[in-house]
């Protein structure tokens, strides 16, 4: 059974990077596509984008101009990137296995504050 | 305001069926699969549905989902106490080939 489990800073200031990392385990990364969705506080989940182990990727329109996907395979992981952050980036991060909304496996998702 | 609409409550008493409405448009619904997630506070999402209808390993078969058209559901019959919980939708869309989400619907049993 594969295990997902992302990893990063919780605590940003607005205008930094929020990087977060998702290791995978028990599984390789190879021909798979992974997803990175997020989830503020009270809401619902929301799509950020999602990246194929050969490194083709594609991201929600809203938040394109602030997102990287990257994956290394010779770790077993990939990446999240998103610039400039604000309180509106504040969420519950989920890194997740699959596409087309078909997900079967996800991390136990990285809470992600931004306040000054 | 999420691309597919769910109703943001839900209840039931103990053995009864509940069911939950999704709805969405010819661009997600209409042309792709629908899959629901149930979603305990505090906790990761859990696949529930796939495929429109078809149940993973492990999900009892008191959860079912179907899909009309641009519309979907998921019903839950003989409703028990741990199925309190968040209920997302899902589909593909068309517009930007990525996935979009519900609004969540919060199932409480009475």
């Known amino acids: 059974q594969v295990q997902l489990q992302e990893s990063g800073p919780g605590l940003l200031k607005p205008s930094e990077t929020l990087s977060l990392t998702c290791t995978v385990s028990g599984g390789s990364i190879n021909s798979h596509y992974w997803t990175w969705i997020r989830q503020p506080p009270g809401k619902g989940l929301e799509w950020i984008g999602y990246i194929y182990y050969s490194g083709s990727s594609n991201y929600n329109p809203s938040l394109k101009s602030r997102v990287t996907i990257s994956v290394d395979t010779s770790r077993n992981h990939f990446s999240l990137k998103l610039t400039s952050v604000t309180a509106a980036d504040t969420a519950v991060y989920y890194c997740a296995r699959g596409i087309s909304a078909w997900y079967t496996s996800w991390g136990q998702g990285a809470p992600v504050t931004v306040s000054s | 305001q999420s691309v597919l609409t769910q109703p943001p409550s839900a209840s039931g008493t103990p053995g009864q069926t509940v069911s939950i409405s999704c709805s969405g448009s010819?661009?997600?619904?209409?042309?792709?699969?629908v899959y629901w997630y149930q979603q305990v506070p505090g906790t990761a999402p859990k696949l529930l549905i796939y495929?429109?209808?078809h149940r993973p390993s492990g999900v009892p078969d008191r959860f079912s989902g179907s899909k009309s058209g641009t519309s979907a559901s998921l019903a839950i019959s003989g409703l028990r106490s741990e199925d309190e919980a968040d209920y997302y939708c899902a589909s593909w869309t068309d517009s930007f080939s990525g996935p979009v989400f519900g609004g969540g619907t919060k199932l409480t049993v009475l």
């Open positions: 010819s661009s997600n619904i209409g042309s792709n699969y």
């Open positions: 495929s429109n209808n």
